[in-house]
């Protein structure tokens, strides 16, 4: 025992603290090491405890730098909408009544009104659209909107949504915008339609198909019935959008018959106003353009053919009216006011007030001769008739045209 004290005693006082020292810090940073390299589990993978460390460092950094960038971001957000976003005003719906809509083709001319019409009223609208002819600056009034979407998306491929309702709009309308791609026509109206009717299977939504009074093709009974079955040449330069849309209304047919998807199908006429684009060939912008340009207006043929052209409010009245009914046969929506397309021309020289001259043109192939709706069912199962005279309607849609023109030429005096 006393040789046990002596030799403990036996190094002095400074030593024995030297080696407890080294010992205490064997042990810290043994202890140390191990904690840092022990394993933490986080859901499924586990990470050590040092990897978990330096990502929260890098965390926090990465924090205050995004914060930092966030700031001048949430304040420009916030400053418009407090004052640069006024939106149109918007109808307060309860939550049963409001639906939510899908528009396809809602980027376009018809669709951008449909979509306003639609979230003024208190509605969720959805837009997707590929805009092959549509622009954003015909919905760019919602962006932002918390009752607007809108989706850069091409129908030809799958879409997954949750909607009540879709109206089902994308295709190209005006006959160079659908004879530039014949098979993309095709591809739109057949797969698109497929598509779209999937979806309307899968979420039990009603789907209002976008048809066409070219359906009837060159018609040989005026004015046309929706029971009459048309004339249509299958091989002709029309044919991927006359051929496409009889195919769009086969297939909601057989949708309705065989998966009972709810469709409704609108076969519409000429129809113009504001949103047409300028340059998209139809015979309403071409013939503003060219007077308000001074230019010759370009009649195609004779300009003996006829159309009968409904004003787009009249147009978007009726399909809204057609989507809520209970009617699932064709329905023709067109003013049949019925005019021949010099008529037309004069007219519209006349209303631009310019003296430019009328130039005939050699004729389109398959050119329909006379087209003019029957709109006894609109009319008896909707209640709905056009309220919008061909004058009115012309008026401001002239208006429309000339700040347009206006615009676009500022546009060239800052470029240059
Ligand atoms: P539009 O060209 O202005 O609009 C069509 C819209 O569909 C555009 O926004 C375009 O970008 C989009 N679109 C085309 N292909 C698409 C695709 N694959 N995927 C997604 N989006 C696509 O034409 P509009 O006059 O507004 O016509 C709308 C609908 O009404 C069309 O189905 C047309 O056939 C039908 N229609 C219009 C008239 C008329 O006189 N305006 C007459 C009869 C039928
Ligand atoms: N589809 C879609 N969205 C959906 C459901 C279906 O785009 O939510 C598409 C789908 O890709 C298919 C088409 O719609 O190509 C037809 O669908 P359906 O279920 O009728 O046919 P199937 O998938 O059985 O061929
Ligand atoms: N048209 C015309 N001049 C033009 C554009 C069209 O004479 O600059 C004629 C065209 O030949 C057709 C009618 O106007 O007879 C309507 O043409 P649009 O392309 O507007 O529509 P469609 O009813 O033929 O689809």
Same mark, same amino acid.
């Given at each position: 025992m006393a040789f046990g004290i002596d030799a403990l005693s036996f190094p002095n006082r400074k030593f024995k603290i030297f /080696?407890?020292?080294?010992?205490?810090?064997?042990?810290?940073?043994?202890?140390?090491?191990? *904690?840092? =390299?022990? +394993?933490?589990?986080?859901?499924?993978g586990r990470i050590s405890q040092r990897v978990l460390d330096d990502l929260k460092k890098d965390l926090e950094k990465f924090n205050i730098e995004i914060n930092e960038k966030i700031r001048p971001l949430d304040l420009r957000i916030t400053n418009l909408e407090n004052k640069d976003r006024k939106y149109p005003p918007v109808k307060y719906l309860a939550e049963k009544d409001r639906k939510r809509i899908l528009i396809t083709g809602g980027a376009g001319f018809v669709g951008s009104h449909l979509?306003?019409?639609?979230?003024?009223?208190?509605?969720?609208? +959805?837009?997707? @659209?590929?805009?092959?002819?549509?622009?954003?600056?015909?919905?760019?009034?919602?962006?932002?909107?918390? =009752?607007?979407?809108?989706?850069?998306?091409?129908?030809?491929?799958?879409?997954?949504?949750?909607?009540?309702?879709?109206?089902?709009?994308?295709?190209?309308?005006?006959?160079? &915008?659908?004879?530039? =791609?014949? /098979?993309? +026509? /095709?591809?739109? &109206?057949?797969?698109?339609?497929?598509?779209?009717?999937?979806?309307?299977?899968?979420?039990?939504?009603?789907?209002?198909?976008?048809?066409?009074?070219?359906?009837?093709? @060159?018609?040989?009974?005026?004015?046309?019935?929706?029971?009459?079955?048309?004339?249509v040449n299958p091989i002709g330069p029309r044919a991927c959008y006359d051929e496409g849309?009889?195919?769009?209304?086969?297939?909601?047919?057989?949708?309705?018959?065989?998966?009972?998807v709810e469709v409704?199908?609108?076969?519409?006429?000429?129809?113009?106003?504001?949103?047409?684009?300028? *340059?998209?060939?139809?015979?309403?912008?071409?013939? /503003?353009?060219?007077?308000?340009?001074?230019?010759?207006? +370009?009649?195609?043929?004779?300009?003996?053919?006829?159309?009968?052209?409904?004003?787009i409010s009249d147009l978007v009245n009726g399909l809204i009216l057609l989507m809520n009914s209970n009617f699932s046969e064709p329905v023709n929506i067109g003013n049949p006011s019925e005019h021949t397309i010099m008529e037309f021309a004069e007219m519209i020289r006349d209303a631009v007030?310019?003296?430019?001259?009328?130039? &005939?043109?050699?004729?389109?192939?398959?050119?329909?001769?006379?087209?003019?709706?029957?709109?006894?069912?609109?009319?008896?199962?909707?209640?709905?008739?056009?309220?919008?005279?061909?004058n009115i309607g012309l008026n401001r849609t002239i208006e429309y045209f000339r700040r347009e023109l206006d615009k676009s030429k500022k546009s060239k005096l800052v470029d240059l």
């Open positions: /080696i407890l020292f080294i010992l205490g810090t064997i042990l810290v940073v043994t202890w140390a090491t191990v *904690n840092r =390299n022990r +394993t933490v589990t986080l859901n499924e979509a306003d019409a639609l979230v003024m009223a208190g509605h969720e609208v +959805t837009v997707v @659209d590929n805009f092959f002819t549509g622009r954003k600056r015909n919905i760019e009034h919602w962006i932002g909107h918390e =009752n607007f979407d809108l989706l850069n998306h091409d129908v030809v491929e799958p879409l997954l949504l949750e909607v009540d309702q879709i109206y089902h709009l994308a295709s190209p309308a005006s006959p160079p &915008n659908y004879m530039y =791609n014949p /098979i993309k +026509t /095709i591809k739109t &109206n057949t797969i698109g339609t497929l598509n779209m009717l999937g979806l309307a299977k899968r979420v039990h939504a009603r789907l209002l198909l976008a048809s066409t009074s070219e359906v009837y093709g @060159d018609p040989e009974k005026h004015p046309q019935r929706e029971d009459y079955w048309g004339h849309k009889r195919v769009a209304e086969t297939m909601c047919y057989a949708y309705a018959k065989q998966e009972h409704r199908v609108a076969r519409i006429f000429n129809t113009f106003g504001p949103r047409m684009h300028m *340059n998209d060939g139809r015979v309403v912008s071409n013939f /503003i353009m060219q007077a308000l340009e001074g230019k010759p207006l +370009t009649v195609y043929g004779s300009g003996k053919q006829t159309r009968s052209f409904q004003y007030g310019g003296k430019t001259p009328i130039l &005939n043109l050699a004729k389109m192939e398959d050119d329909p001769q006379r087209r003019k709706p029957d709109i006894t069912r609109a009319k008896v199962i909707l209640g709905w008739e056009p309220q919008v005279s061909l």
